[in-house]
């Protein structure tokens, strides 16, 4: 019983993170792109914290301790981005970024 | 029973929220379904044992980082997307394409592999995962992240006080 409900929630994370990469790629605004990061990392979790009920061990759930603290520092940073490019652009429509672009 | 009703209720509230967040054209929207994949995630995560990651995922996630998105998604007054959909076309239908054949192979390969249902008692308390996170496997790399906090912390100052 237990089996195939950590397989449905392995089979849930693999659709959650494909949705968020497919969400990368055709959104346009800047904060729906991290947004979408975001869903990818959560279903990274969930795979982790499936697997970890699967093995019964306690290792995915530091991993996804540590993957939260990852995505909280990398969206106030990312946010930060965001910001700044808005005072120089001001658009948040991502073809509209080419700084790095020479 | 009724753990497996909840489970299959909150996986399909998850995806169509999930569905909403990418197809939504106004930020704020997208914003709002994102907080509601985030809480079902929590159920789960609570379902499948993991009491701690299910509080830590609604504090930290749907409390701290949701709330930051929003702050500056009315910070900078977002407007709709466009309805013309930038970008070319063909990117966009291979891109579409690309994520349906990764779905697919990734799907097969789990839902053809045989999992370990694990121990029938299952509670990774609170006490548990921190016994395991301080002890000397985890403990160099929790020192890691307070630094890739401090840091971040330093990097989001610098960048919101000068201009790019």
Known sequence: MTGSLVQHAVLLSVVLFTLGALGVFLRRNVITIFMCIELMLNAVNLAFVAFSRSLGTFDGQVLVFFVMTVAAAEAAVGLAIVIALHRHRDTLDVDAFNLLKW | MIEQILFYTLAALALVAAIVVI??????????????????????????????????????????????????????????????????????????????AFAVQVGLVVARARFASGPEQYEASTRKVAELLFSPTFLYVFEATSILILAALVGSIVLAKRDL
């Open chain 2, 23 to 100: 197809a939504q054209r106004s930020p704020i929207y997208s914003a709002f379904a994102l907080i509601v994949v985030l809480c079902s995630l929590s159920g789960i995560f609570a379902i499948l044992g993991s009491p701690f990651i299910a509080v830590i995922q609604i504090v930290v996630y749907a409390g701290a980082v949701m709330v930051l998105f929003l702050f500056v998604l009315m910070l900078l007054n977002v407007q709709k997307e466009a309805d013309d959909p930038g970008g070319s076309k063909p990117l966009r239908t291979a891109a579409a394409a690309l994520a349906a």
